[in-house]
């Protein structure tokens, strides 16, 4: 039934012949496994909607290939491809009711009558939205949530080989997104169809897909679970788009089979990291590395001590289970503030108030500094 | 801007597989949209390259290479006829534009800015005079102001007071007026009414006067629409032949030069020679306020709409509803004076004399050839500019082919070429000894209503595409269908509001088309228009008077029900 998506070397270029050629997807080779709930993220202009595009068909793709299955797709046209695809707008048709919405692709498919009351009944009782078919309402009748599960359910009705979801949660509000996301995991997880889920919420991508694949001006940065990205990041980017880094601006002094040292800029402080979580080609003693750790991998104390760096306390943001610390480090330390997350609020702590930032050893990764930026 | 990092040429097998993603497209498309191309081209651009090329021949109706000449153009600096007809041409187009921003503007203004009673009703009355036909509005003022008319009698016979008679300049400028005001007043009511209010409060509280923001924000604002409105009312002036011909007297403009040249002396190519004149003053006048425009364009940066604020001081308010009465009164004064008319003999003194039905007891003997003419023809011509326009401005939104902005413009052409011209290009490259003759023919009418009225339908149908996501087409060619099953069923039922009011409105004013059809017409295929210009002509006037309110309540009760269909505003299909 499900079928793999598999990408080999895709470009695509935007205006190959013009002045101004735009490179917008570049050698992007992966493959998605049948069944899987696959998510496309990065920053908008990363290419994952031209990605999402030329798998459905709706862009021709420059040089490449892509296959569902066995089966090179690359050259034939949307409408043979067999696949289901929901989009950010919905673009439920007005003049139509919701059944006849949700049945549209199987008219286009010449199923008998019976079958296709049969299978509209099914995949809307699949989206939770036996009730509204029953009064079978025009589709502009209906809430954003409902329109969504229309769009869902139009897009599953014909069983097709892959699901393609183009930022469908970006029309809904915040509390309705969140609902939609484990809505959507569980259809998906129920009908088994590969799909593939656009978004640039980095938060949605990691709730919602067994695996993700960051992209970044056309190139795919790192595919994994949610879990490996978050804790293994394998360059500076992917490291703060999912998910905060600091960076201290510093240069390895020693590098063995097992560990790599490296000294925080202006300061005494050295940090050991193991040869897993250094993220650098070939690493040598001198080279400028960025040494990272997360909100919660970095603390704050009144107390100074060698370890410590100064900071200046900027922001405090009482987020629930924990709190936020702003900080603003030296400048030849860390042009960006630093974001610290406590378990609680520290007493006597201010905004305006200078505070030392300490390091957990333990959790630190080194970056290559090319590519920090978003 | 990302460069590629490596040349990706395109190999051999890559070649072939090009070739084979051509044979899997969906070729029904292509074919579909060949066939406005073809249609455009034989009888819209072919006719207009002929027109121009017979305008440097010499003044005869053949068409010969050997007779190349400046003669037609020469005529215009030797003849005094030309050349007043040029300066009249002048004269009108640019008087009425003036008059008709002096009315349209502050009634504009005074409807969406004014506590008055009636804003609804003021609206749909200021829309009429555009759609009834404006030659019949000329007529009219000839029973009420002409040599015996009925108000110049009773003013000279009562109050002794003498007061010119209508015919001649003044006639032709106080009838455009009077017809194309509703450009004006409707383009600039909406302009006052959907300003963003908060941008004029902002000026309030930073301590400016009314005079002040009127000046500095709101005039500025809303001068972009009002110089569409402008040149829309320049362009219609300027090609209009109905009320010249009918209460011009013997002072001539260019569209009726070109009736009186290739009528009077069946010289095609001196009156291609006039017509390429009128159109290169047209597409000036065009340019100019393109130019002008582009530099004062501002996006409106829309926010929450706020009520506006309405000017409630008793005198503004009571000056400002009595001129929008006045206004309304004298524009609609001709409809009434017709279905008067229409009921008698005569109409010289006071009263009109002589009470009658034989005015309309007499259509079905001697009219019912034309009204047959006109139904079969402009249904037939709205049909198929449905389907044309339709068609044209899909290709032009959705498949955006290389040549789109040309294809826009060819389109849009005849929507600012005067009907005398395009009867003109059409007779240049279909009569005499061409290869496809089809002078006095059904054919040849409905060929120029299509290429004129064209427009209004594309121009609904893009304004609605343009609306219209995409995405709801690439839902339906992801679920399986074709391109055409998606155009049946996605598509065209999505357009079809855009489709039906761009249609009505290609109907209503094909019904009463006179410009195009004087010239193209034959005994076999003449219109009720045209003879009621005839009995005008002829001074026939209870005749015309009953035949024009029968066109008046045909035209009437298709945009009533239309408009009460969809409750929408028509100004807005008129716009460019």
């Known amino acids: ?108 498919r010449k199923v008998p ?101 960051v992209l970044r001006k056309g190139v795919v940065e790192q595919i994994g679970t949610s879990d490996d990205l978050y804790s293994s990041p394998q360059n500076a980017f992917v490291s703060n788009f999912i998910g905060k880094m600091n960076f201290y601006n510093g240069s390895l002094v020693s590098v063995t089979d097992e560990f790599a040292e490296a000294k925080v800029d202006t300061t005494e402080i050295t940090v050991r990291v193991p040869r897993s979580r250094v993220h650098l080609e070939d690493p040598s003693k001198g080279d400028i590395v960025l040494i990272g750790g997360r909100p919660e991998q970095l603390y704050i104390s009144k107390e100074k001590s060698n370890n410590s760096i100064r900071g200046t306390v900027k922001i405090i943001q009482h987020l629930g289970s924990f709190v936020r610390y702003e900080i603003e480090m030296p400048p030849e330390i860390s042009k960006i503030n630093f974001e610290i997350d406590m378990d609680s609020l520290q007493k006597d702590v201010k905004e305006g108030d200078e505070i030392e930032v300490y390091m957990k050893e333990d959790k630190i990764s080194l970056f290559s500094p090319d590519g920090r930026e978003l | 801007m990302i460069k590629p990092t490596k040349t990706y040429s395109l190999s051999g097998t890559q070649e072939k597989s090009k070739l084979r993603r051509f044979f899997q497209k969906d070729l029904t498309q292509y074919i579909v949209f060949a066939i406005p191309m073809i249609f455009l081209a034989i009888f819209l651009l072919y006719p207009m390259a002929s027109t121009l090329i017979r305008a440097f021949m010499a003044p005869t109706d053949d068409f010969s290479y050997s007779h190349f000449s400046l003669a037609g153009f020469k005529e215009f600096f030797t003849s005094n006829l030309y050349r007043k007809s040029l300066l009249n041409s002048f004269i009108v187009s640019l008087s009425v534009t003036g008059l008709c921003i002096l009315i349209g503007v502050p009634m504009g203004y005074i409807v969406a ?84 209010s908060l941008l004029e409060e902002s000026a309030m509280l930073m301590g400016a006067r009314r005079g002040r923001i009127m000046r500095t924000i709101t005039f500025p604002l809303i001068l972009p629409s009002l110089g569409a409105a402008a040149l829309l009312v320049f362009v219609r002036a300027i090609g209009n032949f109905g009320i010249p011909a009918v209460i011009g007297g013997s002072n001539y403009v260019l569209p009726t030069l070109i009736y009186f040249e290739f009528n009077g002396f069946m010289d095609i190519n001196g009156a291609s020679s006039i017509a390429v004149v009128n159109v290169a003053i047209t597409a000036f006048v065009l340019w100019l306020q393109k130019y002008v425009v582009s530099r004062h364009e501002y996006e409106t940066i829309s926010a929450t709409h706020t009520e506006l604020k309405q000017h409630e001081n008793k005198v503004v308010q009571i000056l400002g509803f009595l001129f929008c009465l006045i206004v309304l009164i004298l524009s609609l004064l001709p409809q009434f004076t017709i279905i008067i008319m229409s009921f008698f003999e005569k109409w010289t003194g006071i009263l009109p004399e002589g009470f009658t039905w034989s005015n309309y007891t007499r259509i079905p003997r001697y009219s019912s050839h034309e009204l047959f003419n006109s139904f079969y023809l402009s249904i037939l011509a709205t049909l198929l500019c449905a389907v044309l326009g339709s068609l044209v401005a899909y290709i032009t939104e959705r498949k955006k082919p290389k040549g789109a ?148 309540v045909v035209v009437f009760v298709i945009i009533y029900a239309m408009n009460h269909r969809k409750g929408g505003d028509m100004s807005s299909s008129f716009k460019m």
Not at chain 1, 48 to 63: P, Q, V, W
Not at chain 1, 116 to 130: F, I, N, R, S
Not at chain 2, 131 to 149: C, D, E, H, K, Q
Not at chain 2, 167 to 179: R, V
Request: some cysteine; glycine content about 8%.
């Open chain 1, 1 to 108: 039934m499900s079928k793999s998506v598999t990408y080999q070397n895709v470009n695509k270029i935007y205006d190959e012949k013009g002045k101004n050629p735009v490179h917008a997807l570049k050698d992007v080779s992966f493959t998605i496994e049948p069944g899987e709930l696959f998510c496309l993220v990065g920053p908008s202009g990363c290419g994952k909607t031209t990605l999402l595009r030329a798998t459905a068909g709706l862009e021709t793709i420059s040089s490449g290939k892509m296959f569902y299955g066995d089966v090179d797709i690359s050259t034939i046209p949307p409408y043979r491809r067999n696949i289901g695809m929901v989009f950010q707008s919905f673009a439920l048709y007005p003049h139509m009711t919701i059944f006849e919405n949700v049945a549209y692709g199987l008219r286009v």
């Open chain 1, 113 to 213: 009558k019976d079958i296709v009351k049969k299978k509209v009944t099914e995949v809307m009782e699949l989206v939770g939205l036996q009730e509204e078919l029953k009064r079978n309402p025009s589709p502009t009748a209906l809430s954003g949530g409902q329109q969504q599960r229309v769009a869902i359910a139009r897009a599953l009705v014909y069983d097709p080989d892959v699901l393609l979801l183009d930022e469908p949660l970006a029309n809904l509000d915040a509390k309705l997104r969140r609902y939609m996301r484990a809505e959507i995991r569980r259809i998906q997880k129920q009908t088994n169809i590969t799909t593939i889920f656009v978004t640039h919420d980095q938060e949605e991508a990691m709730a919602v897909g067994d695996r993700l694949a």
């Open chain 2, 113 to 196: 800015r004014v506590k008055i009673p009636g804003k609804k009703l003021i609206l749909s009355l200021g829309i009429l005079p555009i759609i009834m036909p404006s030659f019949v509005g000329a007529f009219t003022w000839i029973i009420l102001l002409g040599r015996n008319g009925v108000i110049r009698y009773f003013l000279s016979h009562f109050l002794h007071i003498n007061i010119p008679q209508i015919q001649g300049m003044f006639g032709m400028i106080f009838c455009m007026a009077l017809t194309y005001y509703p450009f004006v007043f409707q383009l600039s009511y909406g302009a006052f009414a959907s300003a963003n």
């Open chain 2, 405 to 552: 902005g040309l294809l826009d413009l060819s389109i849009m052409a005849p929507f600012i070429l005067p009907g005398t011209v395009v009867s003109i290009a059409l007779l240049s490259a279909f009569s005499g000894n061409s290869i496809l003759r089809l002078t006095g023919t059904y054919t040849i009418i409905v060929i120029s209503y299509m290429i004129r009225r064209t427009p209004y339908v594309y121009r609904s149908v893009a304004a609605s595409l343009t609306q219209l996501n995409p995405s709801l087409e690439e839902a339906s060619t992801i679920a399986g269908a074709s391109w055409f099953y998606t155009f049946r069923r996605v598509s065209v039922p999505l357009i079809m509001p855009a489709i039906i009011s761009g249609s009505i409105l290609t109907l209503t004013t094909l019904l009463q088309e006179l410009s195009t059809t004087i010239l193209l017409y034959s005994g076999k295929t003449r219109t009720v228009p045209i003879q009621i210009y005839n009995a005008v002509q002829n001074g026939k006037l209870g005749q015309a008077s009953a035949l024009s309110v029968i066109l008046l």
